[in-house]
T-cell receptor
Framework: ETGVTQTPRHLVMGMTNKKSLKCEQHLGHNAMYWYKQSAKKPLELMFVYSLEERVENNSVPSRFSPECPNSSHLFLHLHTLQPEDSALYLC?????????????FGQGTRLTVV | AQKITQTQPGMFVQEKEAVTLDCTYDTSDQSYGLFWYKQPSSGEMIFLIYQGSYDEQNATEGRYSLNFQKARKSANLVISASQLGDSAMYFCAMREANNAGNMLTFGGGTRLMVKP
C-alpha cells in the first residue's frame, strides 16, 4: 500500500468546471510536489512545497492553483481547463534535506478535459 | 538542451535474461543524485535505485544495479534475471544540488517489455 494517496484516480471534467485533486502522505515528509505527465513527454514539475511554503512554480498557467494546508496534504485546484491539460497528475513527497532522499509518488489522477 | 536523455523508447528482453536501460545526464553541479523509477500501467512511480555523484561504488538493490560512469555522465540501469512483472516504463531522474526539496528532472522513459 502506497504511503502517498491521490484522489480521485480518474476525473473527467468539462472546460467550465471547477474540480480539485487531493494528495495525502503518511510518511512524515515535509516536501510535496505536483508533476504532470502528458503522453510522449517527460514528467514536468509543476509545483513544490517545502515546509508548507511554495518554493517552485514552473510557469504553470493560473488555471492550476495549488494549496498545501499542512505537511500531509496537497491540493491542486482546477478551473477552466483546456483539452491539452488532459494528463496524468502525479503527487509526490519527500524529506526536504538530503540529496539521496527519494521522492515517493502516488498512483496519480488521470484527468480528461472534454 | 535536455538534462536527462533516455535514448531507448522501447526495449524487449527475454524472460530470465539481463537488460540494460540507458541514461545520460547533463549537469554542471558537482553534487547531484540519480534515480531510477518504474511506472507500471497502474500509473504509480516506484522508486528502484539511487546513485549519489560522490558514491564510489555502483549502487545495487536486489536485481537492480546502476552502472555509473561519471566521466561519461551516464547512469544505466541493469536488471538481471528479468521477470514478466518487470514490463513497465522506466524513468531516469536527477536531483541537482541547488534544487529545493527533492525536485527531480526526468528523462523521457523507456518502455521495457519482457517476453515469456
Amino acid at each position: 500500500e502506497t504511503g502517498v494517496t491521490q484522489t480521485p484516480r480518474h476525473l473527467v471534467m468539462g472546460m467550465t468546471n471547477k474540480k480539485s485533486l487531493k494528495c495525502e502522505q503518511h510518511l512524515g515528509h515535509n516536501a510535496m510536489y505536483w508533476y504532470k505527465q502528458s503522453a510522449k513527454k517527460p514528467l514536468e514539475l509543476m509545483f513544490v512545497y517545502s515546509l508548507e511554503e511554495r518554493v517552485e512554480n514552473n510557469s504553470v498557467p493560473s488555471r492550476f492553483s495549488p494549496e498545501c494546508p499542512n505537511s500531509s496534504h496537497l491540493f491542486l485546484h482546477l478551473h477552466t481547463l483546456q483539452p491539452e491539460d488532459s494528463a496524468l497528475y502525479l503527487c509526490a513527497s519527500s524529506r526536504v534535506l538530503g540529496a539521496n532522499t527519494e521522492a515517493f509518488f502516488g498512483q496519480g489522477t488521470r484527468l480528461t478535459v472534454v | 538542451a535536455q538534462k536527462i536523455t533516455q535514448t531507448q523508447p522501447g526495449m524487449f528482453v527475454q524472460e530470465k535474461e539481463a537488460v540494460t536501460l540507458d541514461c545520460t545526464y547533463d549537469t554542471s553541479d558537482q553534487s547531484y543524485g540519480l534515480f531510477w523509477y518504474k511506472q507500471p500501467s497502474s500509473g504509480e512511480m516506484i522508486f528502484l535505485i539511487y546513485q549519489g555523484s560522490y558514491d564510489e561504488q555502483n549502487a545495487t538493490e536486489g536485481r537492480y544495479s546502476l552502472n555509473f560512469q561519471k566521466a561519461r555522465k551516464s547512469a544505466n540501469l541493469v536488471i538481471s534475471a528479468s521477470q514478466l512483472g518487470d514490463s513497465a516504463m522506466y524513468f531516469c531522474a536527477m536531483r541537482e544540488a541547488n534544487n529545493a526539496g527533492n525536485m527531480l528532472t526526468f528523462g523521457g522513459g523507456t518502455r521495457l517489455m519482457v517476453k515469456p
